[in-house]
């Protein structure tokens, strides 16, 4: 685990010889950098969703049954982009999250067909504060939340396995326990992954990890925020659901 305190380091980790002095400001770029990257991808999911659900309706129609192949291209690029993150460069790992946006902008676009405005905007401002809370407390807690995030990344895979069951023989109970469970489960990986970035930070300001392997952790990162918001606010609206059109 990486100390909170700044210090003096010696540069030899990255094999210069140099000495580093953490004095923040690296840390700081890492974070507005993870944060950016992170806002701006939910900004295009968010304008490509808005505009096929609302003015190419039709054609979402027309072509629905590509959704299952946009949902593989989706998980392809997100095993593609974290497996090869040392093959990459930060500028192919920009583009492959840029298009991972673009892509789940695409699937997204049905929650503008399927729900009123009004629960859409109820669901955005609670995955919201709820993102930010426990964003928060990851950033500024001293307590290790990877006892936390195994049990949640655990119970990931239980709730995918139970997701796929209740769509097969769906019942209102299991799909109401499921959206709960959802929550909280990303509650806790917001958490986590907001201290782990947090760590990658320090260890960037310290000298630990060069500047360009900063900035693809930076992308990584925001993409890990990005999902943790984005099913934060998935399972809300299905929790919210009854303004569904």
Known sequence: MYSDDKYTRSGEA?????????????????????FGWMFAGLAV???????????????????????????IAEIVLVIVLSAGLRKFSAATAAVLFVIFALLNGVTLSWIFMA????????A????????GAMGLIGYTTRRDLSGVGGICTMGLIGLIIASIVNMIWYNGTADLIISWVGILI???????DVQKIKRLAIAADEG?????????????????????FINLFLFLLRLFGGGRR
């Open 14 to 34: 990255a094999g210069n010889g140099a000495v580093y002095v953490a004095n923040g400001n690296v840390q700081n770029a890492f974070i507005n950098r993870v």
């Open 45 to 71: 999911s968010g304008g490509v969703s808005w505009y096929l659900g609302t003015r190419c309706v039709e054609l979402i129609m027309k072509y629905s049954g590509a959704y299952l192949f946009l949902a």
């Open 115 to 122: 729900y009123e405005v009004g629960v859409l905007a109820k």
């Open 124 to 131: 955005f401002f609670a995955a919201s504060g709820t993102f």
């Open 186 to 192: 990303f509650v806790g990986l917001t958490a986590w």
């Open 208 to 228: 630990a990890i060069s500047a360009s392997d900063a900035k693809k952790y930076a992308v990584v990162g925001a993409l890990e925020l990005y999902l943790d």
